[in-house]
């Protein structure tokens, strides 16, 4: 495990030495004294502490906020262009919203 994986607080063996977490790459050793962990550090929780469970990369968005969003962006994407290159804009704007109704995901 990484030591930005455990919060502050937390216990862990590193090089044969139990630490207790105190900042974001900083631990305190049992037997005392304070040490810069590696963000590369392989560490051993312990106290039965078990990661957060891993993204699984599945994240939802709300359709609708995207929608929002995406008119917004739009509408000052054009006035920002004053009418140069407007047609090219509302192609994109109608390609993305085909592209988001079909669930494809990719733009190219």
Do not use: C
Not at 37 to 63: C, F, M, N, Q, W
């Amino acid at each position: 495990m990484k030591i930005n994986l455990l919060p502050i607080g937390a216990r862990f063996e590193y090089e044969g030495q139990i630490y207790t977490k105190t900042g974001p790459i900083t631990a305190t050793a049992e037997k005392g004294g304070q040490r810069m962990i590696p963000r590369h550090a392989a560490l051993r929780p312990v106290d039965g502490y078990s990661p957060p469970p891993s993204d699984t990369g599945t994240r939802k968005l709300d359709e609708k906020a995207v929608l929002e969003a995406f008119e917004t962006y739009h509408a000052i994407a054009l006035r920002l262009a004053e009418g140069l290159g407007k047609a090219e804009l509302e192609q994109a704007r109608t390609k993305f919203l085909a592209v988001l109704a079909s669930g494809r995901g990719t733009l190219a």
